[in-house]
């Protein structure tokens, strides 16, 4: 029974966004004429290029918080959990328009970007921040799911 199943937002137009953007950034540094030009291309490039590669190895098919923690499956198919008395707090992060819900556990953090939390998902997940395994037995009893 799914409590909270993310939503993935966005994710096809930031990967277009930002390779066009490392696309222009190379034909600059190929028509830079100076030092200082080649090395500011060059710079940037590799920022935006380890991004994209970042965003790749952190990419997550799906991401469902139900009563016994956290599942997700990741790019290559495998799938993970974290069990919900291991959670320690889901915070929902948006910078320049890209999107990420981070999820710490206490061996393992889970980066999950292009995913969003809706409002109503924000504040539920506020009041029982400090225990999720409260806060899912909490939803359990009273049958209020998402």
């Known amino acids: 029974m ?21 696309m222009l950034l190379l034909v600059g540094y190929m028509h830079s004429k100076s030092e200082l030009g080649n090395l500011f291309f060059s710079f940037l490039l590799c920022s935006v290029s380890l991004l994209l590669a970042l965003l790749v190895v952190n990419s997550k098919r799906n991401l469902t918080v139900c009563r016994h923690g956290v599942y997700y499956r990741n790019l290559f198919g495998q799938c993970r959990h974290m069990h919900a008395r291991q959670v320690q707090f889901i915070h929902h992060y948006s910078l320049f328009g890209l999107r990420l819900v981070l999820i710490m556990s206490e061996k393992y953090a889970c980066f999950a970007p292009f995913y969003s939390l809706s409002h109503k998902q924000q504040q539920r997940l506020k009041r029982y921040d400090n225990d999720l395994f409260d806060w899912l037995k909490n939803l359990q009893k009273t049958n209020d799911f998402c």
């Open 2 to 22: 799914k409590v909270i199943d993310l939503e993935k937002r966005f994710e096809l137009r930031t990967w277009v966004l930002l390779s066009v953007f490392n």
